[in-house]
Nanobody, 124 residues
Framework: QVQLVESGGGLVQAGGSLRLSCAAP????????RGWFRQAPGKEREFVAV????????YYADSLKGRFTISRDNAKNTVYLQMNSLKPEDTAVYYC?????????????????WGQGTQVTVSS
């Protein structure tokens, strides 16, 4: 199994910013779409964003666009999620995921590979 490792989570005050990273061990997924999801306690897993294999296209959950930005650096086998203007409702475990095609959308079943998650807590 390919191991994806998220980092960058932590505690931040409302209005602050965090940048999450998700590293793959090699170049396996550089040509494939990468996504971010999140799951709050007691809630269903929620789509956040996806970036295409080449990094040229991205799609965001409607409620998050304008605050979050997904990007990737294939030279580092890494995808990022820049999170700005954070709100307490953004508190969740954030997961990165990898598809096995150039483009994927919001369904979790589009992403066969997942990281273990990183906790983001936004205080009021």
């Amino acid at each position: 199994q390919v191991q994806l490792v998220e980092s960058g989570g932590g505690l931040v005050q409302a209005g602050g910013s965090l940048r999450l990273s998700c590293a793959a061990p090699g170049r396996t997924f550089n040509s494939y779409a990468r996504g971010w999801f999140r799951q709050a306690p007691g809630k269903e897993r929620e789509f956040v964003a996806v970036v295409s294999g080449g990094g040229g296209s991205a799609y965001y959950a409607d409620s998050l666009k304008g605050r979050f930005t997904i990007s990737r650096d294939n030279a580092k086998n890494t995808v990022y999620l820049q999170m700005n203007s954070l709100k307490p409702e953004d508190t969740a475990v954030y997961y990165c995921a990898a598809a096995l095609r150039n483009w994927a959308l919001r369904g979790a079943d589009e992403y066969p590979y997942w990281g273990q998650g990183t906790q983001v807590t936004v205080s009021s």
